[in-house]
């Protein structure tokens, strides 16, 4: 036996045990040749022909994956079908064919590498991986310009682990589920489209594997932990016993989850604490739903603006995305956090421009009041669609109230300017505030004053009480959520907010650890949004808990002196009173 063990990024939990599938992902291999003249328009039909084709091909999937996982995750091909008639696409391929005189496969080539380069730009992980879904249509394209060769697409002998390069969300979708254990990718993070369908699938699924796909081979034993991120190639004996007991417990502990999918998040004290999911895509409303959501803490709206680098959305391209999700979302409310972007690279029609230090420059609603009339046209979109269900407005980065009071004034006059165009939207939608810096940490109960409610974001909130730029790995070790200094801000805000008659939520990492569930309900939280899939964990650990003791376990914290005796205390204080809650679930060193 020769065990190895690959290290990456867990995007869907479980254990998965079998045979590896090797799936190569290799893109087509393109050739550059010069076109006569005389034949230009020959060649120009022929991409015609081939877009005509990817898009039968992509709604006869859409079709599929409607049939198989339900028609919530076919919308990720209605984004794939766009791409065709995007302008960018479409008119540069067909202008460089004309004026370089360069055959289709080789145009498409070169413009799909200028939009891959846009999109690798992006400081959000998110948007940098849709770059995987323009690869993914532009491979599609090239297959079609070939010449057909009556091959199928590759499918498992056997029930196995699919184990690749990368995946794309088409390629993925063309296996048969019923064949697949688990997936392995060298390449990917939380947010890849193929990731989101191995979670409505219940797969395990590890990416960010660097070069496992060549190091594993046809038909070997592998272990897929999509839990703990880790990949086991060639496992010994007593690891594939110890992993087959882990899988079983976890499928049980998934069971007891799913059991209390439609209870309340209830301490045993009988205080309610709301559960909210963060989403960035319609299709992700479903399994919100399914794991017990009572809403969307955050929906993500950047990439209303990032499908066409060059070309800004209209009033009516904002309008009908949020319209969608609302009627996605049918009772449960939508905060839709207006455009948060800045300092990135490639984003022509927002006119931004690189900046050294983008995280502490224009960015975000600093951006948004800089250029009113773009700001008018998302908020006018968000307006429109409030009429399809309950769409709330959340402004995220504010530094003080003078920003707040001057989106309040936009927001009025879109308002007046709809009533006067007799256009209905919802006359009572709610405006909410993110504390993300500290100065709006200091000053929250002055925020919550003048907003309907508040969110933390603490995934920025940290970075900037730490002083550190998280997505530099020379210094991301301190990011810490337990330092003191973060749990002492953490702490202060609700009381704040509270004092004000108003509701606090978080929505950041620190919401989806069930580690720290037990210190936001001693901090008083009134909600916590996280992803989907850590509800039904998150519920688990309110309903076992009683506030009183929270408060205690949450003020004694407040009193070290360090982030490790913090989680020290921590686990101390679980074990002794909650000894089985969290067997399966202490951090590391916990």
């Not at 209830?266 to 895509?281: F, P, R, V």
């Not at 913090?566 to 686990?571: E, P, Y």
């Amino acid at each position: 036996m020769s065990e190895k063990q690959f290290q990456g990024i867990g995007i869907s939990g479980g254990v998965a045990i079998g045979p590896a599938f090797i799936l190569d992902s290799a893109d087509p291999v393109v050739w550059m040749h010069r076109v006569p003249e005389e034949m230009i328009e020959d060649e120009l039909q022929r991409f015609r022909t081939a877009k005509d084709a990817t898009r039968n091909g992509l709604l006869s999937l859409k079709e599929e994956i409607g049939k198989k996982m339900g028609t919530e995750h076919a919308y990720i091909f209605d984004a794939h079908l766009l791409m065709l008639d995007d302008p960018i696409l479409v008119e540069g391929v067909e202008k460089k064919v004309r004026e370089d005189r360069v055959n289709v496969e080789f145009a498409l080539q070169q413009i799909i590498s200028e939009l891959s380069r846009t999109f690798r730009s992006f400081e959000d992980i998110y948007m940098r991986e849709r770059g995987v879904d323009v690869l993914d249509v532009s491979n599609r394209i090239q297959r079609n310009l070939c010449r057909p060769t009556g091959r199928t697409e590759e499918q498992p002998e056997e029930p196995g682990i699919l184990v690749a390069h990368e995946v794309v969300p088409s390629k993925f979708a063309s296996i048969d589920s019923k064949l697949l254990l688990g997936m392995a990718m060298d390449v990917g993070g939380q947010t890849t489209h193929t990731g989101l369908l191995a979670r409505s699938l219940n797969l395990p699924a590890v990416v960010g594997l660097r070069d496992l796909s060549v190091q594993v081979k046809k038909g070997e034993t592998i272990i897929v932990d999509g839990s703990e991120g880790l990949v086991i190639v060639d496992p010994k004996p007593e690891t594939l016993q110890r992993y087959r007991n882990i899988k079983q417990l976890f499928e049980q502990q998934e069971a007891e989850l799913l059991a209390i999918r439609d209870l309340s998040a209830s301490t045993t004290d009988g205080i309610d604490i709301a559960l909210t999911a963060n989403i960035e895509m319609p299709e992700e409303l479903h399994s919100a739903i399914q794991h017990g959501a009572m809403g969307i803490g955050l929906y993500r709206s950047e990439f209303v603006f990032l499908s066409n680098p060059k070309l800004l959305p209209t009033e009516d391209d904002h309008e009908s995305t949020y319209r969608t999700i609302a009627e996605a979302a049918g009772k449960l409310f939508v905060n839709i956090r207006t455009l948060d972007l800045g300092g990135e690279k490639g984003l022509e029609s927002l006119g931004m421009v690189e900046e050294p230090n983008p995280a502490l420059g224009l960015r975000a609603v600093r951006y948004s009041l800089r250029e009113p009339s773009l700001f008018k046209t998302q908020v006018r979109g968000i307006l429109r669609a409030s009429t399809a269900g309950k769409l709330r407005i959340l402004i995220p980065m504010l530094t003080g109230l003078p920003e707040l009071r001057r989106v309040k004034e936009i927001v009025e006059k879109c308002k007046r300017e709809l009533r006067e165009d007799a256009i209905p939207f919802d006359e009572n939608i709610k405006l909410g505030a993110m504390i993300e810096v500290p100065s709006a940490a200091l000053i929250a109960d002055l925020l919550a004053a003048e907003s309907d409610f508040v969110s933390v974001g603490t995934n920025d909130l940290i970075q900037y009480i730490l002083a550190i730029d998280r997505s530099n790995a020379s210094v991301a070790y301190l990011y810490d959520p337990f330092h003191p200094a973060v749990l002492r801000v953490l702490a202060e805000i609700p009381d704040k907010v509270h004092s004000q008659g108003k509701q606090v939520s978080m929505c950041g990492e620190m919401a989806a650890d069930p580690f720290v569930t037990p210190l936001l309900v001693g901090f008083g939280y009134d909600e916590l949004s996280m992803n989907a899939v850590s509800i039904p964990t998150v519920k688990k650990v309110i309903r076992s808990v009683d506030v009183a003791h929270c408060r205690e376990i949450a003020a004694k914290t407040l009193n070290l002196s360090s982030a490790e005796e913090v989680r020290i205390f921590l686990a101390e204080s679980i074990e002794k009173h909650y000894p089985s809650l969290f067997k399966c679930a202490l951090p590391e060193g916990g």
